[in-house]
Structure formats: C-alpha cells, structure tokens
C-alpha cells in the first residue's frame, strides 16, 4: 500500500523506534519551505500509517510539521491549531523533546502574527524545558528567536542582551544561526543609533552567507544595509539597497521581506519628502500584507500611510488609515486577549474576564468617541463633545483645551468644568511659566499627581490660579500635546482634585483623544480656510457673486412669503477704464479697493453687498422700498463723489459711480429677474450723465 511512497523504508522503520523520526525531520523543515506541495505528500502519508500503526509520536510530528506548512501558506488559523493538536499528544506522552519544537513553532507563529507576550511566554517555556533537558542545539534556536522577538517588540535592551549572551556564551551555531544572529545585531545597532557597528555586522554576515545561495537572508541583509546608509544620511546608498532588497524578494516570492523592504524603502521616501512614492511603495505592502495575512506588517503600513496623508494635509485618506490602523491594533489585541483566557480559564478567570471586557468596552467607546469628534468641523462643538465624553473614560474635574497662537505667542485655554459644563477660557503668554507652554514648546505629556510637590519638573515657581470661582484648586493633572503636521498647536489636559487620579493607561487614552482632536482641528480650521475663501472675495471683502446670489434667493424668497418691501441697488464705477489705462491695473486695483471701502462705510449692518462683476457691486436691502433705497443710494453716490482717492505717490483721483435701483413687487419671476431690472435702470444713470442714481420712478430718473 505504501509501496509507492518514496521514503517508503524510512517510513517503515519508525515501526521499530517510532522516536527516531530524525530523518523525517532534516527533510520536513526544508520541504515545508521549498515544496510544500511534495511536503504535504509526505505528511498526510507519515499520518495516515501512524493511526493505522497507532504510533503516536510520529502523528505528533507530523502534526508540528503541518503547522509549519501551514504557516508557509499564511493559514495562522489551521497553523496554531496543528501546533496545538501536536502538543497535546506530546504532553501526554511526556516526551520533551517534542515539546520544545512545539514552542520553538508557537513561538515564531505568535511572533509572526503580532501576538508578542504569548510568543516571549512559549518561547521562555521552550529555554526552560531545553536546559532542562540539556538540549544546546534548541537552546541556542529559542534564545535566536526570543531576541528577534524582542526586536519585533521593539524592546531593543533586551534584544540585545538575550543575542550577545548568545556570543558570550560561545554555544556551537550552525552557519545559518551565526548568520541570524550577526542580521539580528545588526537591526538592534541601527534602532539604538549605531549604523557604523551595524554595518560591521552586516559584513561579517555577508562573509559567512558567501558561499550559500541566494536566500531571503540576502535580501534582509540589503534591507539593513539601507538602514544602516539611511540613519548615516547617505540616501542615494540607502535607496539602492532597498531596491536590491524588494528586487531579491521579488524575484524569489519571499512575501515578508519584500514588505519590510517596502516599509524600510517608503520611510526613506518620506524622510525625502517623496509623499507619493511613498504612498504607493505602502499601498503595495497593504496589498501584500491582506493577502498574506501578515497583520504586524499591515499595522505597520497603516500608520505610516496615515502619517504621510496627514503629512500632505489629506485628512479623510488619512483618517481612513488611522482608523485601519485602529482595527488592526484592536484585532491582534482581542485575539490575544482571547487566547489569554482560554489559559487563564482554570486560574481567575472571572477577574480577567471583567479586566478584559473593560478594556474592551473602553476601546469600543474611544473609536465611537473619535468618530464623533472627527465628523464635526466647528470647534466649539469639538470641545464640546470632548468635555461631554471624557468622563466615560477618564475621571475628570475639569477638562481644558489650549490652542497655541504663534503670531501673539500666546496660549489661548478654553475649561469645562465637568461638574455643570460652565467654560472659562484665559490667554497666557507662552513665555511665561506653564504646564501648557512646557508641553507645547517641549512636546512632552506631563503626569502630575499632587502639583505642589512636582511642579518643579516643568515649572519654575507655581502660581496659583482657580479657574472655577468657589471651586478647589486641581491637584493631578495630565496633559498631552496636539499635533498637527507635526508641528505642537496646543494642548489638551484632564485634572482632579484628588492627588494620585492618573496613571499611564489614563495618559494613553487623552493621547488618542488628542489625536482625534487634532485631525478634527486640522479639518475644522481647512473648511474654515476654504468657506472664507469661497465667501468672501479677497481684494474687496464684500461677498462674491455666487453669495450675494445665493443670499438674494434666500431673502426674495422670505420677502415674497411675508409681502414686505424689498430693494436692491447695483452700482457701477463711472470710466473705470480711464484708471486703468492712465495709471495702470495696480492702480485700479488700489482704487477699487478704496472705494469699496468708502461705500462699506455707507451701508447699515442688515444690508449685504457682493462683488457681482469687476467695477459692478450689488447692494440688498432688505425691508426698504424702492423711496428708502434712493436715499441709500444717493448718500453712497454723494459720499463716493466728495471724495479725493490716493491711489499712488502723488496720485489724486475723483471717482464717481452710477447706481441703478429695483424694489421687488409682482412682476419678476425670480431675483435674478430683479437684478436685471436694477442693471436696466444703471444702464439709464450710465446713458444720461453717470454719477447719478436711477429707478423707475418718473420723477427720480
Ligand atoms: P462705464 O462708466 O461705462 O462703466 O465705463 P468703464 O470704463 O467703467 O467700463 P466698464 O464698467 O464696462 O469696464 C470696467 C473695467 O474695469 C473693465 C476692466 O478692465 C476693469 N476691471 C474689472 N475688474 C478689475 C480689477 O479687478 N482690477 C482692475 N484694475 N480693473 C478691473
Ligand atoms: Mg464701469
């Protein structure tokens, strides 16, 4: 039955020792790898005769060794439950030496997929039964990937500890191992600031891979290279070792490095200022990482996209990455939370359940907040909102917001007081000693918990200030700064009357409050930027002609509804021409400006006038008639006319407009209708004498 099977004698000696599985294992670990396909083969094969031959070790490996193949298929799912199913046939038979793969396997696999305390808890479990068993050759393989764990954790102290005790230790490695742990060195040196002792690393590795093929070690190596030229600022070095990178692990489908080399590459890009290439390096490892499930390197790809819209003033593109960076922190995080309880079931469950759903909920309620806080554009509903949700998370007094005004170099505080929702608000001098202008100037969060003992970290002397009248002083506080496209624009602060109210967990929530707050203000103060823009014309200050428009059709209609009277004036600059062409368009220009300026002075604060064309205003006038609006009309004429304007060194001119009035009545179908009829009437000024005002009325025209 098995006669056709190619390692058919191999298979049937396991019959006689069915723990010598040593020749299965120095081909499994490779095919896994480089043919999964033909390593599938083999293991459904090597599991289907253990069953029939009850031998439960060698079921055990082939299990271990699925997991493996799964890996390699990016199936983490069905890759942790063959570890699991593999470890618990180990457990029962006690046999130890199985049971360190399996950690050696669960530790890789959680590291893989982001879960870094369960891959440092199975690694640890792994070192412990390897001394114990005096097992070097695991040994030295766990302690390998414990370090690179601690480099994926970026706790690059320890990483470095656990590789060079490796060294000091003088532990017999293979090639491969030495060459694992020169690169592992080599990415902790460039993390800590060293480039110059990473390089030296990398060139002993590249000395001992000389006479292998190539593999995705070479294109990790180019990929560190490219660090290490990066952190030295020679870019144009850095870039081609990236590429060199990406190219290796192209051509070679090595799916994790090319996006590492991705990552790596595009954080070049933007320290270039090259935000588009970096984008699209990004979205290539977005697309990588979905596909092939690698959620560490995802996260990763979402954060810097997120950093690089922001960079580029796109919010809405960069609040989509933040929040998919958001689902794929809380995604890692419940799943390992999960996995935690199902091990903690038989310890105190109950306590960590209620810890857990906590955190959770505390989770959920932030990203709803956040959503909440982004989706408005005013700022006085942001502080609102805010100060009406942070207690849900923090405990709170008093809330505060300081905005940072660089020109007055001034902070501007805004307080909630959280008891009733009475604001305060006061303006510091930046210069002056504050907790605010520490934070801004230095962009450090402050935790404070009596500020009569601690002010002296940040502040010189305290002078103290109630906010709330008849309230006590706060006495912790914390506080984070905003920023926006990376620069410090204010702060944000939570503060209590008791000493000792906040810790770390409580300043990590304000921070990603903070950060909401700041995209929120970013996106606030743009759409202020573009409705003054679009509302307001720049060189005159009245409306622009699609305002005066729109606000006519508003007001015509109320008018029409409720029958009161209604007029509007368009007014037109005599010979305009002639300024030009005299004195030239800066010189136009100064006197339109001038003008419009004098006649702004003539207009009473519930009339509305809009540049409607180059030399021509349109004037409302709600409420008045047609007899109202002459005099309106004729007091502008009269003021502009008596005037002498300076439109340059030496250059006195008199300018006159003619004016044209409509009241609306029943016989225009719409405001523009009435517009028309109000250019008809300064058409007959304009055709008389100009300087003059004309309506319908006989008499008047
Ligand atoms: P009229 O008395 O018939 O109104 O004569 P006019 O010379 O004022 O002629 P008209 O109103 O037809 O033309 C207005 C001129 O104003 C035409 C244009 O070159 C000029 N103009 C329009 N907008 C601007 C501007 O923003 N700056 C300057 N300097 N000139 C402008
Ligand atoms: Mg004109």
């Not at 199913?85 to 030496?97: G, R």
């Not at 190539?214 to 070792?241: H, Q, R």
């Amino acid at each position: 039955m098995y006669s056709d099977f190619t390692y058919k004698d191999e298979l049937y000696k396991l019959i006689d020792d069915e723990n010598n599985f040593d020749f299965f294992r120095s081909i499994l670990k490779e095919q896994t790898t480089y043919n999964p396909e033909h390593a599938k083969y083999v293991l459904d094969t090597i599991l289907k005769f253990s069953k029939e031959n009850n031998m439960v070790i060698p079921e055990a490996w082939a299990y271990y060794y699925f997991g493996w193949y799964y890996i390699n298929l990016s199936d983490y799912d069905t890759a942790l439950n063959s570890f699991l199913e593999a470890n618990e046939l180990f457990e029962k038979n006690n046999y130890k030496q199985g049971l360190i793969f399996i950690c050696n396997g669960l530790n890789s696999l959680y590291c893989l997929t982001g879960q870094f305390s369960l891959s440092s808890e199975w690694g640890l479990k792994g070192i412990s039964l390897s001394e114990e068993t005096d097992n070097k050759d695991a040994l030295v393989t766990l302690l390998i990937n414990t370090g690179i764990n601690y480099i994926q954790m970026k706790d690059f102290n320890m990483a470095k500890e656990v590789l060079t005790n490796i060294v000091m230790n003088d532990y017999e490695l293979t090639n491969l191992m030495k060459v694992s742990v020169k690169l592992s060195l080599a990415e902790i040196e460039i993390n800590i600031g060293k480039p110059e002792t990473a390089l030296r690393y990398i060139r002993d590795a590249e000395v001992l891979e000389h006479n292998t093929e190539i593999s995705s070690n070479t294109s990790e190596i180019c990929k560190l290279k490219g660090m290490a030229y990066s952190k030295l600022g020679n870019y144009d070095l850095a870039e081609i070792e990236f590429m060199k990178s990406y190219d290796i692990a192209n051509v070679f489908g090595y799916n994790h490095e090319k996006c590492y080399a991705i990552i790596e590459w595009s954080k070049l890009s933007i320290k270039k200022g090259q935000s588009i290439k970096a984008i699209s390096l990004l979205n290539e490892s977005v697309n990588i990482s979905k596909s092939s499930n690698f959620n560490v390197l995802l996260k990763e790809s979402s954060i810097l996209l997120y950093e690089t819209y922001k960079e580029i003033g796109n919010s809405e593109k960069a609040l989509f990455h933040l929040e998919e960076y958001i689902r794929i922190d809380e995604e890692i995080y419940d799943y390992e939370q999960n996995q935690l309880m199902v091990k903690l079931k038989f310890k105190h469950a109950k306590m960590e359940a209620s810890l857990y759903k906590l955190l959770y909920d505390k989770t959920e309620l932030l990203s709803n907040i956040g959503q909440k806080i982004i989706s408005n554009l005013n700022f006085n509903s942001i502080i609102e909102i805010i100060s009406k949700e942070i207690n849900s998370l923090i405990n709170s007094d008093t809330f505060g917001i300081a905005i940072y005004d660089i020109e007055r170099n001034m902070v501007e505080y805004y307080f909630v007081d959280e008891s009733d929702g009475s604001t305060e608000s006061m303006t510091l001098d930046m210069d002056d000693n504050s907790f605010a202008s520490y934070c801004i100037k230095n962009r450090k969060d402050i935790i404070i918990n009596d500020v009569s003992k601690e002010y002296t970290e940040y502040i010189n002397s305290l002078r103290y200030s109630i906010v709330f009248k008849d309230k006590p002083l706060e006495k912790s506080m914390i506080y984070t700064p905003l920023i926006i496209n990376d620069n410090a624009v204010g702060v944000m602060t939570v503060q209590s009357y008791n000493t000792n109210a906040y810790d770390k967990n409580d300043l990590n929530t304000l921070k990603i409050i903070a950060n909401y707050a700041s995209i929120a203000i970013d996106n606030a103060n743009s759409y202020k930027r573009i409705e003054s823009i679009a509302t307001y014309d720049a060189m005159t200050g009245f409306l622009t002609r699609f305002e005066i428009i729109r606000l006519g059709e508003m007001i015509y209609k109320k008018y029409m509804d409720d029958k009161k009277a209604f007029s509007v004036i368009m007014i037109d600059i005599d010979d305009f021409k002639v300024i030009n062409d005299t004195f030239g368009h800066v010189c136009g220009d100064r006197a339109i400006a001038m003008l419009t300026d004098t006649i702004s002075r003539c207009i009473r604060t519930n009339d509305y006038i809009g540049r409607y064309g180059g030399d021509e205003f349109l004037l409302i006038c709600p409420g008045l008639s047609q007899n109202e609006a002459f005099d309106v009309a004729e007091r502008i004429r009269s003021v502009v006319s008596g005037k002498a304007y300076l439109i340059d060194e030496n250059v006195l001119v008199n300018i006159t407009i003619s004016l044209g009035i409509y009241e609306f009545g029943s016989n225009e179908l719409s405001f523009i209708d009435g517009v028309k009829e109000a250019d008809k009437y300064l058409y007959h000024a304009k055709k008389s004498s100009k300087n003059r005002v004309a309506c319908n009325l006989l008499g008047k025209c």
